[in-house]
């Protein structure tokens, strides 16, 4: 499933840059998962976007070089996934831009042009195999009454104190939660995924996870910009109960940090002992 | 035709192993009473023939609270017909952040959704009386 | 300080009362009256391949509580984990009449069902101590 933008176009009307700004945002609303923030609206009264703008990786889109659409997005400290100017791409095309503000057939062959490139970069985004992941992993494990923490032993897993492991492949890597956050959550029935294109600090929230239990906010124990997430999660989140390691993998991410990450992760040995104290002051009961 | 088997999971650890339960007891005793009944999870699978004779062959619906399935898996074991398989985590996916109650007590809420889960079986114990009917 | 576990596996029956007071005093007993030392194990689980609720009952000694004679509980326990530490049926206690008695849905509960459930609960408390005392 493509999860689209959350397109801000700048719409401007006295110009034709503006009307082919807004063509681009039709279109991806109409042949993606895209949604459009109105900008008019947007600048007196964010709070009809806030959640698209936060679930969906944003693209901006600027008629010219005022960038409305982008001081736009800086006024409302939003993050910005992707920027198109459409008078610098008619110049990279080698498309003139008609004076008058009808999008005719020049215009529309730019928006055609523009379109494609935005949404094969989503495509890319999503189906790129990042992670050599092994086929099985060797686990060791904690229990307490009746329940099995399993963790798994493989060199290239870091953990965080929040719970949240990252498999490390050269700059990449995939995270997801332990079997503590799964097993002290109970059945999972939600998922709401970092958006793919997000970059993040380390620690910044990587989406959330929820059961009848409680709302787990993932934090991210790397520094990155999301790749890819477990789609499968988004039909069946209860893979997070069933192997949180495995399939229950929650997003994969280019690192950006990962030498100043890591010193403040644990490996294994160290988290086995954080593992442990959490179980036993914990103790999960149903 | 025999009535149709309404088997509940009626798992103990969580709220919702009782809203299977109580789902198939609403259906069983109040909605549908004279076209459905439930047996014993249990006792089905106890390996007494009396027990499988229950459920072997028969149309039956089963009610699981979460995903590990077990009304299904053991009904099916037992050798009784599946013909339709809910999920109370399901219902609860059309309520984010109810809280339904515990595996002892639901919360006005949890009933709400055990009523409404019931009224979808029955509807489906209706349908599959009709067709069972029509099939002589 | 060893915490001594005990597992309490009870049946739900379904087709009687007995069921329902089986399931409510197990959860009273695990929830209020012994919590540091009982841990429920959930019968349809433990019937469809559960590994923990089996490997559980394997090493902690597990005290099965049944409605009726069927013992489902009882000969589960026997079948996936070896052996039954101790045992109850409630018609032995509550006598058979109230416990084989039409089922009575949770919201339909009244003071006469739940001085059984406190009566239940009671008996496999006793049991529970004696094995925490053995």
Redesign the interface.
């Known amino acids: 499933m493509n999860k689209g933008y959350a397109v801000l176009p700048c719409n401007g009307l006295d110009k034709c840059a503006g009307c082919v700004s807004k063509e681009i945002a039709i279109m991806l609303s109409e042949n993606s998962e895209s949604e459009i923030i109105c900008p008019v609206l947007f600048h007196t009264s964010d709070a009809r976007y806030n959640k698209i703008a936060q679930e969906k990786p944003l693209l901006v889109i600027d008629g010219c070089a005022t960038r409305c659409a982008s001081k736009l997005a800086a006024e409302k400290n939003l993050k910005i996934t992707e920027k198109i100017n459409i008078t610098e791409e008619a110049k990279a095309n080698q498309i003139t831009l008609g004076k008058g503000l009808q999008v005719g057939e020049e215009e529309m062959r730019l928006a055609k042009i523009i379109f494609d490139k935005l949404t094969h970069v989503q495509e890319d985004a999503k189906t790129e195999d990042t992670i050599a992941f092994p086929a099985s992993l060797t686990y060791e494990v904690y229990k307490k009454d009746k329940f099995v923490f399993r963790l798994p032993k493989e060199e290239r897993f870091y953990f965080n104190e929040n719970d949240v492991w990252a498999y490390v492949v050269g700059n990449k890597a995939r995270i997801g939660v332990t079997d503590f956050v799964q097993k002290s959550l109970s059945d999972i029935m939600f998922f709401t995924p970092p958006a793919i294109g997000n970059q993040m600090e380390q620690f910044e929230d990587a989406g959330n996870i929820e059961s009848a239990k409680a709302v787990f906010e993932i934090i991210s124990p790397v520094s990155g910009t999301i790749l890819a997430i477990n789609e499968k999660l988004m039909e069946a989140p209860e893979l997070i109960n069933q192997n949180p390691y495995e399939q229950g993998w929650i997003a994969e991410m280019e690192l950006s940090d990962f030498e100043n990450d890591k010193e403040l992760l644990h490996t294994f040995d160290g988290y086995f002992e954080v593992l442990k104290r959490k179980v036993d002051e914990f103790h999960v009961k149903h | 035709m025999s009535n149709i088997k309404v088997?509940?999971?009626?798992?103990?650890?969580?709220?919702?192993?009782?809203m299977a339960?109580?789902a198939?007891?609403?259906v069983t005793?109040k909605i549908s009473p004279d076209t459905t009944e439930?047996?014993?999870?249990?006792?089905v699978?106890?390996?007494?023939e009396e027990?499988a004779k229950k459920v072997e062959g028969c149309t039956c619906i089963t009610i699981d609270g979460?995903?590990?399935?077990?009304?299904a898996?053991?009904v099916e074991h037992a050798g009784g017909i599946v013909k339709a398989k809910y999920r109370v985590?399901d219902e609860?996916?059309n309520h984010?952040g109810?809280?339904?109650g515990t595996?002892?007590?639901?919360t006005e809420d949890g009933?709400k959704i055990v009523d409404e889960l019931a009224g979808k079986i029955s509807e489906k114990a209706a349908e599959l009386t009709k067709e069972g009917q029509s099939n002589g | 300080m060893d915490e001594k576990q005990v597992g309490v596996l009870s049946c739900s029956g379904e087709e009687c009362l007995g069921g329902t007071i089986a399931r409510l005093a197990t959860r009273k007993v695990m929830e209020v009256l012994r919590p540091d030392n009982v841990v429920t194990l959930c019968l349809p689980l433990y019937i469809a391949g559960g590994d923990e609720e089996r490997d559980f009952a394997k090493e902690y000694p597990v005290i099965a509580v049944d409605a009726c004679d069927k013992c489902c509980a009882k000969r589960a326990t026997i079948k996936y984990s070896g052996a039954v530490k101790d045992s109850l049926v409630l018609s032995d206690i509550l006598g058979e009449d109230a416990v084989l008695s039409k089922i009575v849905s949770a919201r339909d509960l009244k003071e006469e069902h739940y001085k059984m459930v406190d009566k239940a609960a009671e008996e496999i408390c006793k049991k529970v101590d004696k094995i925490l005392t053995d």
Request: charged share 15%.
């Open positions: 088997i509940a999971c009626s798992g103990i650890g969580k709220a919702m192993g009782l339960r109580e198939a007891l609403q005793g439930t047996v014993c999870l249990a006792y699978v106890s390996g007494d027990g979460c995903p590990a399935m077990c009304a898996k053991s985590i609860m996916r984010k109810v809280d339904a595996g002892t007590a639901l009933w």
